[in-house]
């Protein structure tokens, strides 16, 4: 069958075209309880907008996220999914010298180096539990630090701390924050509005399942946010993003659902997954698990191969500088599809 590596999760598209297959899909961490009954409801309205241009300032919906997290609208910059603004930093700022702890999402190094920056990766150990220990040596002009981190699900700064940030400007990728009931005990969201060296990303596609809309956000001092939007095209976020974006907040029962369907089926998962002896899974604050395989004999895009096989699409992880061929990451799905997910596991290791 040969090497399965997709760049990204979620790729269902190249799947169908490679294997002719429907599956499950576990490679992107995307909320399981899907859309909300007020964007569905809002979505069958949405059509009027597309005869007009996007608002470019996107005014509602930073109104709606300001009230939310108690800042001003001057802090906030909507973007295109969380990824245009990952390539939006690197190209306001210009870093000659990024740090990034690996393993973690490959779109920062791929940012930065469109802009020429030198990397310097601070590899977070498995022994360590993947936790995050930087030194003043390891000062760069910018770092990225996925919080909690993509794909280990754990915190890399707790309690808010700020001692841990040696860069010049430290971009916290909060992308996942939202899975943690008590996020507002670990966000820096606070702490960036008044501080030039912190900016805080944050993302509608995982835990409101919008990947296929592409909207997100960052929070920083009001200087950051203009420097940034000299740089950032017009009309980066269409209408429809930013009319269904701004009804989710205030949507507290969908947010306590998820929240507290996550952290069982989370646990349920691990549980399972532990009884796997070929298998060792890590534990996790977010929607999504990462996994070791302990057999020697088959490896992470062979696995990947197999459950294809069987309608289910994993996240070989061996292209996670940091990570080899004997890891994978699985989603949080819903009851029904974690038992059909460690029942092919079971089958095939």
């Not at 609208?73 to 603004?85: V, Y």
């Not at 269904?244 to 549980?271: C, Q």
Request: net charge positive; hydrophobic share 40%.
């Amino acid at each position: 069958m040969g090497n399965i590596n997709f760049i990204h999760g979620g790729n269902i598209y190249e799947v169908k075209r490679r294997f002719k297959k429907e599956v499950i899909d576990f490679s992107a961490n995307i909320n399981p309880l899907g859309l909300t009954k007020a964007v569905k409801k809002e979505l069958s309205k949405c059509y009027r907008l597309i005869p007009h241009y996007p608002d470019p300032e996107a005014k509602d919906l930073i109104r709606q996220i300001a009230e939310y997290w108690k800042v001003e609208e001057q802090n906030i910059l909507i973007g295109n999914g969380s990824t245009e603004l990952i390539y939006l930093i690197a190209h306001t700022f210009k870093p000659e010298k990024t740090l990034i702890p690996v393993p973690t999402f490959s779109e920062y190094e791929r940012a930065v180096k469109s802009v020429r920056s030198k990397n310097v990766f601070l590899k977070l150990k498995e022994k360590d539990s993947f936790t995050l220990n930087i030194t003043n040596s390891h000062r760069a002009d910018i770092s990225f630090i996925s919080n909690p981190n993509n794909p280990t699900g754990r915190l890399l700064i707790k309690d808010q701390r700020l001692d841990i940030l040696k860069s010049k400007l430290n971009v916290i990728d909060e992308t996942f924050m939202d899975f943690l009931p008590d996020e507002k005990s670990h966000t820096l969201i606070w702490k960036a509005i008044k501080d030039k060296r912190i900016i805080v990303l944050r993302s509608f596609t995982k835990f409101f399942a919008l990947p296929g809309l592409r909207i997100g956000y960052l929070i920083a001092h009001k200087d950051l946010i203009k420097r940034s939007k000299q740089v950032q095209p017009p009309w980066s976020v269409n209408s429809i993003a930013q009319s269904l974006a701004k009804i989710l907040l205030n949507d507290k029962d969908y947010i306590e659902r998820t929240r507290s369907f996550i952290n069982k089926e989370r646990e349920f998962l691990f549980k399972e997954l532990s009884k796997i002896k070929a298998l060792r899974p890590y534990p996790s604050l977010a929607n999504f698990l990462l996994v070791k395989i302990l057999d020697g004999r088959i490896s992470s895009s062979i696995l990947t191969g197999k459950l294809i096989q069987k309608g289910i699409l994993i996240r070989d992880c061996s292209n996670f500088r940091g990570l080899n061929g004997r890891y994978f990451r699985v989603a949080v799905r819903t009851h029904k599809e974690n038992i059909k997910l460690i029942n092919a596991l079971r089958e095939v290791l």
